[in-house]
């Protein structure tokens, strides 16, 4: 991904630029603005199917009903089958680490080790090398597939995937301008946030957008210990709420024994941190585990909430050991640009500390053997800290679109970390054709997206899958 030619010379501005637009030969821009499925695309419930049986079989129904809430819900979950999609697509071949579900809720507001709030992306499941495109074009059609949700008509969807890809576009023309080093400090924090508030916004929507940043400064791992946790005989536990929390000691028969090996998962994940990090996870000991349903896309997959305490049952730290699978990114690469990893863990570790700007302090990565007897790849992180989500479902037209900006933009800074700016920029241009190609592009797959949603909702109205709402 570095901007080098193939000899490993360093290429001049120049050069990179005329990559950027070389490309353009082979994909033209405009070439973006249509989908249509392949003749021989994947069944989408199969490409369902194939993911959950991997997962816990208890949880799957849990995942399909969670995908029919919504076709927005659906699209959420639906990571494997737009890789499917955007795959066998000629692209770019201006490679970026790929967030790999660039789709509007996995932008939010985060806390920074510096404890300043900042946006960027929060999901790095299925992070890997790619062409630049596959995380615009999904980030895009979030916003087509939001709108819908909200009844908005077709020209105000356009405006918000437009004002999404346009951002993106502008930001990456900056940042094609900027020394190495700026580039990699850049960060959207609540001051810039806040500039951009005040020139696109009523006042009504500054006031509801400054209270989100506030709440979400509230949601720190103090409010997710009150939530989760109780006082019992034996000291703080982990309450139960089943099936979305489910405590160790409910799952066996016998849970002391299962005390080594979960010391062996947490020794395992202080080796993947920096000494100052593992002295820091040494002053806390293990209370309680718990099996926790996340997401919509995750649910099924393996994911534990870890209680460690300090000095006192009043001094804790929640860790969240999740499941780490290939990539659904990972069949539609050559693996020409990217590290092969032994560890998804640690590819998930990897890809989010390059492209997100603040990454958690405590996070790492181990292997494990799950319950089952089977060896497994986890990463690891702290379970809540400063933590805002959007609501795309209360916004009107002009906040969606002022939405879709600010992760326009995200997903540029992220890109442009681990890509070459001078030559996206370059591919992208001064004019707005790419914007134009990705508002059809958008639509499209939102209808594709709509057909898939229906074509779950049969099948579990045949009786092919179970889905379950708990």
């Known amino acids: 991904m570095a901007a080098g030619s193939s000899s490993g010379t360093p290429l001049s501005p120049a050069e990179r630029a005329a990559r950027g637009k ?16 392949a003749g021989d695309r994947p069944d989408p419930v199969g490409v369902i199917e194939r993911q959950s049986a991997t997962r816990l079989p208890e949880l799957v129904p849990v995942r399909h009903g969670r995908m029919l809430e919504s076709p927005f819900r659906f699209y959420r979950g639906a990571a494997a089958i737009m890789a499917a999609d955007l795959g066998p697509l000629p692209d770019t071949g201006l490679t970026v680490q790929l967030c790999g579900d660039a789709h509007l809720l996995n932008f939010r507001l985060l806390a920074s080790p510096e404890r300043r709030l900042v946006f960027d992306i929060n999901d790095f499941d299925e992070t890997h090398a790619g062409p630049f495109e596959w995380d615009v074009k999904r980030l895009a059609a979030s916003f087509a597939v939001a709108g819908r949700a909200n009844g908005f008509p077709v020209g105000k969807q356009n405006g918000a995937v437009r004002a999404c890809v346009e951002a993106y576009r502008l ?55 009150a939530k989760l946790t ?60 718990a099996r926790k349903v996340v997401g919509v896309g995750s649910v099924g997959t393996r994911c534990w909430i870890v209680l460690l305490l300090g000095r006192d ?7 969240q050991a999740k499941e780490a699978q290939e990539s659904v990114l990972a069949p539609y690469t050559d693996g020409a640009h990217h590290e092969r990893y032994d560890n998804q863990g640690r590819r998930v570790v990897a890809g989010q500390r390059l492209i997100q700007t603040t990454s958690d302090i405590l996070l790492g990565w181990t292997h494990a053997v799950g319950l089952d007897g089977r060896p497994r790849d ?44 001078v030559a996206i920029a370059a591919y992208l241009g001064r004019g707005d054709r790419f914007d134009r190609a990705l508002a059809g592009f958008a639509q499209d797959y939102a209808d594709r997206n709509q057909r898939d949603f229906e074509a779950l909702g049969e099948a579990v109205r045949s009786g092919r899958v179970r889905a379950e709402s708990p």
Not at 22 to 37: L, M, Q, W
Not at 179 to 196: C, G, H, M, N, P
């Open 313 to 319: 049952d009043g001094d804790p730290l929640l860790l």
């Open 230 to 289: 109780r006082v019992s005989a034996d000291g703080r536990r982990i309450a139960p709420d089943p099936p979305l929390v489910t405590p160790l000691r409910d799952l066996l028969d016998d849970p002391s024994t299962e005390e080594e090996a979960l010391r062996e998962v947490l020794d395992g994940y202080a080796r993947s941190l920096s000494s100052e990090r593992r002295h820091l996870l040494g002053r806390y000991h293990l209370a309680d585990v």
């Open 171 to 225: 930001r990456m023309r900056e940042f094609a301008g900027m020394r190495t080093l700026d580039v990699w400090y850049a960060q959207d924090d609540a001051d810039r946030l806040r500039e951009l508030m005040a020139s696109s916004m009523n006042r009504a929507a500054r006031r509801r957008t400054a209270g989100a940043t506030e709440r979400a400064r509230t949601r720190t791992h103090l409010q997710a210990f």
């Open 378 to 421: 986890f990463y690891v992180r702290q379970l809540r800290d400063w933590k805002g989500i959007a609501r795309p479902e209360t916004m009107d037209p002009g906040l969606l679109r002022l939405f879709a900006r600010l992760c326009g933009a995200s997903l540029a800074r992220a890109h442009a970390r681990s890509g070459d700016p």
């Open 22 to 37: 070389d490309a353009r030969s082979r994909v033209p821009r405009a070439s973006h603005g249509r989908f249509e499925a």
